[in-house]
């Protein structure tokens, strides 16, 4: 059995930058193992993997240790593969997942992913978390299966140090760390770790801006916002609120297109 696959990186106009996500297109879902094995063996943050159904498609995505409910930057990826390897002919995807619909649309050169918001609740956060840092948060948030940590000011977040043996112990899929941006054209900047889903470091995480949408659209009162991602690889996302829904636009680059075999 031989198996399709790209390798796109999401969130950038730039090769080498933003988050790289594997996309395999199926006729038929795979036994679970099999693409869990596959995820490992790619390593990267995130493989997806989709197979046609109804109007649409469904899509599901592997890190290297785990099937995952939503992924912002694969399904970026996924939707480049289809409008431009796939010949996708209509302006607008629909997924289905396990976090229900999502679209992709298509706007000029623009891919813009249309999430659910996620609502943010104020919890006591795990000491390990605390104690993985090196500069301690001013606010404190859980977000469904994530924590979201505001920092002072960009400086703290770029100069974070985390200590992954400690955050690795967290229950949880990933921690969000942000502040407002000290760049005028930049209104919050991001980083996301991951070391218990098997990634440390997640270059740009869409399916992180389904929180910080709705926190810094409230914080800054406005529902158009541009953020950065700044990771070692970077990434620019257009961020809008839009009732119950965020619209998370970004660029996506090709890298590779090959073939998997299988015995």
Same mark, same amino acid.
């Given at each position: 059995?031989?198996?399709? *696959?790209?390798?796109?990186?999401?969130?950038?106009?730039?090769?080498?930058?933003?988050?790289?996500? /594997?996309?395999?297109?199926?006729?038929?879902?795979?036994?679970?193992?099999?693409?869990?094995? *596959?995820?490992?063996?790619?390593?990267?943050?995130?493989?997806?993997?989709?197979?046609?159904?109804? &109007?649409?498609? =469904?899509? =599901?995505?592997?890190?290297?240790?785990?099937?995952?409910? $939503?992924?912002?930057? /694969?399904?970026?990826?996924?939707?480049?593969?289809?409008?431009?390897? $796939?010949?996708?002919?209509?302006?607008?995807?629909?997924?289905?997942?396990?976090?229900?619909?999502?679209?992709?649309?298509?706007?000029?050169?623009?891919?813009?992913?249309?999430?659910?918001?996620?609502?943010?609740? =104020?919890?006591?956060?795990?000491?390990?978390?605390?104690? %993985?840092?090196?500069?301690?948060? *001013?606010?404190?948030?859980?977000?469904?299966?994530?924590? $979201?940590?505001?920092?002072?000011?960009?400086?703290?977040?770029?100069?974070?140090?985390?200590?992954?043996?400690?955050? +690795?112990?967290?229950?949880? =899929?990933?921690?969000?760390?942000?502040?407002?941006?000290?760049?005028? &054209?930049?209104?919050?900047?991001?980083?996301?770790?991951?070391?218990?889903?098997?990634?440390?470091?997640?270059?740009?995480? %869409?399916?992180?801006?389904?929180?910080?949408?709705?926190?810094?659209?409230?914080?800054?009162?406005?529902? &158009?916002?541009?953020? !950065?991602?700044?990771?070692? !690889?970077?990434?620019?996302?257009?961020? +809008?609120?839009?009732?119950? !829904?965020?619209?998370?636009? %970004?660029?996506?680059?090709?890298?590779?297109?090959?073939?998997? *075999?299988?015995?």
């Amino acid at each position: 059995m031989n198996l399709p *696959i790209y390798q796109v990186d999401a969130f950038t106009s730039n090769l080498f930058g933003g988050n790289p996500a /594997a996309v395999i297109p199926l006729d038929y879902w795979l036994d679970h193992n099999l693409m869990q094995a *596959i995820a490992s063996e790619n390593n990267l943050s995130e493989t997806a993997y989709f197979v046609p159904e109804g &109007e649409g498609f =469904r899509i =599901r995505w592997f890190t290297p240790a785990t099937e995952v409910d $939503l992924c912002g930057h /694969a399904t970026l990826a996924t939707a480049h593969v289809l409008f431009d390897h $796939l010949n996708y002919g209509k302006s607008e995807i629909l997924f289905q997942s396990k976090s229900g619909i999502l679209k992709v649309i298509k706007a000029g050169d623009l891919l813009e992913l249309d999430f659910p918001a996620t609502e943010l609740s =104020r919890e006591s956060v795990p000491e390990d978390i605390l104690a %993985g840092f090196n500069y301690k948060p *001013i606010e404190k948030y859980k977000a469904n299966e994530d924590f $979201l940590l505001v920092f002072e000011n960009e400086s703290q977040i770029s100069q974070l140090d985390p200590d992954f043996a400690a955050l +690795k112990k967290v229950k949880s =899929r990933g921690i969000i760390c942000t502040a407002i941006s000290e760049d005028p &054209e930049i209104d919050f900047v991001s980083r996301f770790f991951a070391p218990a889903a098997g990634i440390n470091e997640d270059p740009v995480t %869409g399916s992180a801006h389904t929180k910080l949408i709705p926190y810094w659209s409230k914080k800054l009162n406005k529902t &158009e916002m541009i953020a !950065r991602q700044i990771s070692a !690889r970077g990434g620019e996302l257009f961020c +809008k609120l839009d009732d119950d !829904r965020v619209k998370i636009g %970004g660029k996506a680059v090709s890298y590779l297109h090959g073939e998997i *075999i299988i015995p």
